[in-house]
């Protein structure tokens, strides 16, 4: 049982980490090290993923959002077996002496031990601080233990593009937020440069003269990039409707490649977004537009999550918009 965890004893290795940190920096005439927390990181992870990966995610986040990061690996359905240990992620900035360092615990556990491990992530978060939990299985989303943690954190992020069903599981969040809980979803997050190019279109005073005559929205989706559609097109049908503008909204499944296009369509006014290759292609009428777009990678999208604390009004309704679309047919 999680009892075998005793948070007294894991926060007593954590300061006996900082204290050996602290030594070897001295003693090599070094400029010493300073400990850095700006939250605390809860990662709810498959023990079959790769460890590395993550740990190089984790790696590159720390310069920009210094967290305690609690890593949790469940190993499905076996026999209690906890586990834990406690190391030091530490850089040092460009021109500097001094490492800057951030502390990080593993625990490894049965899927049964979850629920026990829900006051042991209290004892162990940073004070004061935000937690963030970031869940990167479906599998484990879908536990009642999920929602009870992320019912204690400041933010819950998931990624609904590796749901096997993204309708089920846009309506579970949504229903989930609705209940309070405050969400990030990085299919959304994928959405950001779509979101702010197709704005740009509309700071020309030409184009916005045409928004009155939008009829159709047209969103195609393929591969696991279902939730992106139904976001697309939730965001614009609201951000329309804002305007006055009530268009029909088509959203449909193309192939499985992972892709998505855009349309917004009038009588005499035509806008299309694409992915072409690391490219975004815009066109308006007759003329096109390029930015670069690669593909984004969990660093920079849990970059971009991490910087945000607060609710998004923005992406709330349009999750609640998307989940509402995807799931009228049913």
Not at 112 to 141: H, T
Not at 190 to 201: A, G
Not at 251 to 274: D, P, W
Request: proline share 4%; with cysteine.
């Amino acid at each position: 049982m999680a009892g075998a965890l005793v948070p007294d004893k894991i926060l007593h290795e954590v300061n006996e980490l900082w204290a050996s940190l602290g030594r070897e920096a001295h003693g090599e005439g070094g400029a010493g090290v300073l400990r850095s927390c700006t939250m605390t990181l809860v990662v709810l992870d498959e023990a079959a993923e790769d460890a590395a990966a993550l740990g190089e995610t984790l790696a590159a986040l720390m310069p920009e959002h210094p967290a305690r990061a609690i890593s949790i690996r469940l190993r499905g359905a076996t026999e209690s077996a906890l586990s834990e240990r406690v190391y030091s992620q530490c850089w040092m900035p460009f021109g500097q002496r001094r490492q800057i360092c951030c502390e990080q615990i593993e625990i490894t556990a049965a899927d049964a031990d979850l629920a026990d491990l829900q006051p042991v992530l209290l004892a162990l978060a940073a004070p004061d601080l935000p937690l963030i939990l970031w869940c990167r299985s479906p599998r484990l989303a879908a536990m009642p233990e999920f929602e009870a943690m992320a019912d204690l954190a400041h933010k819950a992020i998931v990624d609904t593009t590796a749901f096997p069903d993204a309708k089920a599981a846009l309506r579970r969040i949504a229903d989930q937020a609705a209940r309070g809980i405050l969400f990030g979803d990085l299919a959304w997050t994928r959405l950001t440069r779509w979101r702010s190019m197709l704005s740009q279109v509309f700071e020309n005073r030409n184009y916005l003269a045409q928004l009155a005559g939008i009829r159709n929205i047209a969103v195609t989706w393929g591969g696991t990039y279902e939730a992106l559609g139904w976001y697309m097109a939730a965001w614009l049908r609201d951000a329309l409707a804002d305007a006055g503008v009530r268009p029909s909204v088509s959203v449909k499944a193309e192939g499985t490649q992972s892709l998505i296009r855009v349309e917004l369509a009038g009588e005499s006014f035509r806008v299309n977004l694409r992915r072409e290759s690391d490219r975004l292609v815009v066109a308006v009428g007759d003329a096109e537009y390029c930015t670069n777009l690669t593909e984004p990678t969990d660093y920079l999208m849990m970059r971009e999550e991490l910087g945000i604390v607060r609710r998004d009004v923005i992406f709330e309704r349009s999750l609640a918009s998307a989940a509402q679309l995807a799931n009228a047919g049913d």
